[in-house]
């Protein structure tokens, strides 16, 4: 039969012979609960494929990843909600999926043969209202879209499979309403590595610091506080391992990765930058 956008006027039929029911019966029938776990999700990717400009096709069900921007950004959407169609007793917790994937790729029927994020790009797309009453998933004005370079992701949870809202919020998110999903997606999608001479843009630093007085490896996610820069980078680090780190001032060691040096049991831990970029 072959995939084609339909009106939602076809009938169904007997051999030819059409019958009184008609496919948008079946989509009423089936899709109607729109706070549904699984529908839900569905109407996320509609609402974020609708404000990218690509909604005008048919919604892929197999491919790796859930949309592609006009400018060919891969994008993954994640929903989540405080009201289920179940009965509760309070709001629900949020927590988004981010687990690492086999892809599959329908142009060759195979599972790629590592597990890894596949798309550029995460949409973290939450149904705010806490009110039943109120509850209105049509209502774009009850949604907040996080949008997050995957890459963020990688360095800060390589392996972990879920992420609560507290700590999503921790990594700076854009978050953004129906609208403006667009432009933060490519902005995501534009987080390029950049060098010491950008003095002048908030920094997400991210670092494998190998500790000599433990022999260990660690990986740490540096969040500076709003306005400071790159050459004159300062931060404590949430860890009793960790007491300060400093980055090389007046772009020293410009031509290689910055080395900063730790403070740990009074013995110094040296560690690069692996990953720096605009957000």
Not at 30 to 56: C, F, M, P, T
Not at 76 to 92: I, L
Not at 153 to 181: C, H, M, N, R, W
Request: some cysteine; glycine content about 6%; aromatic content about 10%.
């Amino acid at each position: 039969m072959g995939k084609q956008r339909r009106s939602g006027n076809e009938h169904f039929h007997a051999d030819g012979t059409a019958l009184s029911n008609t496919l948008l019966e079946f989509w009423q029938w089936v899709d109607s609960d729109l706070v549904s776990n699984a529908i839900r999700g569905r109407l996320a990717e509609y609402l974020i494929a609708k404000d990218l400009g690509i909604a005008d096709g048919i919604r892929s069900e197999w491919i790796a990843y859930d949309l592609t921007s006009k400018n060919g950004t891969k994008v993954e959407v994640k929903s989540a909600a405080y009201v289920q169609t179940w009965e509760q007793r309070r709001p629900s917790l949020i927590s988004f999926d981010i687990r690492p994937t086999l892809g599959w790729d329908p142009d060759t029927a195979k599972f790629g043969v590592a597990r890894r994020r596949q798309a550029d790009v995460y949409v973290f797309a939450l149904l705010s209202e806490k009110d039943e009453s109120k509850l209105d998933p049509m209502n774009v004005s009850h949604w907040r879209f996080f949008v997050l370079p995957t890459r963020v992701l990688d360095s800060s949870y390589p392996d972990q499979k879920s992420i609560g809202l507290q700590k999503l919020l921790t990594l700076q998110p854009d978050e953004v309403k129906f609208g403006a999903i667009a432009a933060a997606v490519e902005k995501a999608r534009g987080a390029i590595s950049i060098g010491l001479s950008a003095s002048q843009e908030r920094i997400h630093l991210c670092a494998d610091v190998f500790c000599a007085h433990r022999q260990t490896l660690h990986r740490l996610h540096l969040l500076p506080a709003r306005g400071s820069t790159i050459d004159s980078y300062r931060t404590s680090i949430n860890s009793k391992r960790w007491m300060q780190s400093v980055l090389p001032r007046d772009g020293q060691n410009s031509q290689k990765k910055p080395v900063l040096t730790l403070w740990a049991c009074k013995t110094p831990a040296r560690f690069c930058i692996n990953h720096y970029f605009r957000v």
